[in-house]
C-alpha cells in the first residue's frame, strides 16, 4: 500500500493543494478588505464569503480524487513510482529560487485580486450597463444622463443585495447576453419590470417616505404656434403632503405611500394603465374595493394583482423620455435654450420633432438643413440664435428619440400627472365605485388646485 504522501503526487492532487493554499489567501485578504470597509460593491460579500470559499472547497475536493487517481496507477503499475526533484534548502541556488518562486506567487495573487475587483466593479458600472453589453438599453442610459438620478448607479436600483438578488439578475443577464448577440431583444424595450424589487428597498435609502412635502407650487408653461410663440402659464397648488400628514385643505398625493394604508390593484395590461379593480386597506384596518365601470369578475381574474408603492406613479424618474414633442420644445424654450424670439420657432421646432428619419445623423442634418431653410426666406439662416436653435432641436432629438430601438415621445407612459398619459386617472377616473356608492375621486381640487397669476 503505496504512502499518502506518494498518493498526492498525482498533478491533480497537486493542484487541490494549490487550489486550496491560492483561494485561503485570497480570502484572508478579501475579508480584512471587507472588514475594513473597502466594498461598498452589493456582490462584495457574495464573491468574498460565497465564491472565494467555493475555491477552497473545490480544491479540497481534488486532492482526495487526485490520490485516488494516483492509487489506480501505481495498483496497475507496481513499482512505477514518480520521480520528483527534491528542496534541498541547505543549497544557496534553491533558496534563491524558492524566494523567486514566492516573490512571483505574491505578484499573481495581487494581480488576480486587482483584476476580479477592477472587472466585478466595471461590470456593475452604468458605462457597462449602457455601452458595452447592453446595446438595446441605449435609450434608457442616455436618458439617465441627463435625470435627477444621473448620479445613481444602474446596480443601486436594479440589482438588490443577498444572494437570490445575484443569482436572479445574473442569470436574467445570460438570457439579456443571448439576445443582444442574436438580435432577439424587445423593439423598443419594456418600459415596466414586473419583477422589480418594492420602492422602500431600492428608494428607501435616500429618499425618507414620512416625510411631509405639504403643498408644492408648479408652474408649466406652453407655449403658441403663432408667430410671437404666445406663452401661457399654469400655477398649480399640488396637495402633496406626506404619510399621515395631510395639507390645509385636508388631502395628501403621498397618502397613497402610507405605511399604515395599503392599496392594491389589479391590472390586465403589460404597461398597468388598465386597472379594473382597487383595495383599500385604510388605518384602522377597515376595507373598501372599488370596480370600473364595466369590469367583470373575469376580467379581474385574469388581472395581476400588485401592491403599489412609490413606483406606480414615480415610474420614470430615472429615464424619463419626453411625453410629446410639444412637451420638450416647451420646456427647451422656457429654459431659454431655445430663442422665444425667433418667429414661429415652437411650430417649427415641434413639426421637426415629429418627422420620421432612418437613423439619428439622418434627423440631425434634416432639422438643420430645414431649419435654416425656414429662416433663410426672413434672411435670418446663418444669425447665432437660429445656429442655437438647431444645436437644441438636435439634442431634444438625441434625447428622446431611438429610430433602431423604436422608442419616441410618448413610448413610455409617465403615470406622474394625467396630462399626456393615463396617469392618476387610472383610478381616479370617476368610474371606481364601491358597492356603498362611493368613488375613487376623479374631481381636480382633490389633488390640486389653480392659482391665478399675480401681476
Known sequence: MPSRAVLVRHPVALAGVLLTTAAAVVFFVLLIAELWGLFDNPYAGLVVFLAIPALVVLGLLLIPFGMWLEHRRLSAHPGAEREWFVLDFRSAGMRRRAMLVLALTAVNVMIVLLAGYGSLHY???????????????????????????????????????????????????????????????????????????PAQEVCGSCHWSGKNFGDAIRIKREYADDEANTETSTILQLHVGGPGAPTPDGRAIHWHADPKVQVEYVFTDADRQTIPYVRVTNAQGQVKEFTADGATPADIEKGQRRTMDCIDCHNVVAHRVAATPEQAVDRAIATGRIQRGLPFVRREGVRLMKASHATEDVAERTIEDELRKFYASSGRGSDPEVAGTVTSLQSIYRRNVFPEMKVTFGTYPDNLGHITSTGCFRCHDGSHTAKDGTMISAECEYCHKQIEPRP
Open 123 to 197: 461590470m456593475e458600472s452604468p458605462a457597462f450597463c449602457g455601452q458595452t453589453c447592453h446595446t438595446p438599453m441605449h435609450p434608457q442610459f442616455t436618458a439617465w444622463q441627463d435625470a435627477p438620478h444621473s448620479r445613481v448607479a444602474c446596480v443601486q436600483c436594479h440589482i438588490g443585495e443577498g444572494t437570490r438578488a445575484f443569482v436572479h439578475y445574473k442569470l436574467n443577464g445570460v438570457r439579456q447576453l443571448v439576445q443582444v448577440v442574436t438580435g432577439g431583444y424587445e423593439r423598443p424595450i419594456p418600459g415596466v419590470v414586473a419583477d422589480f424589487r
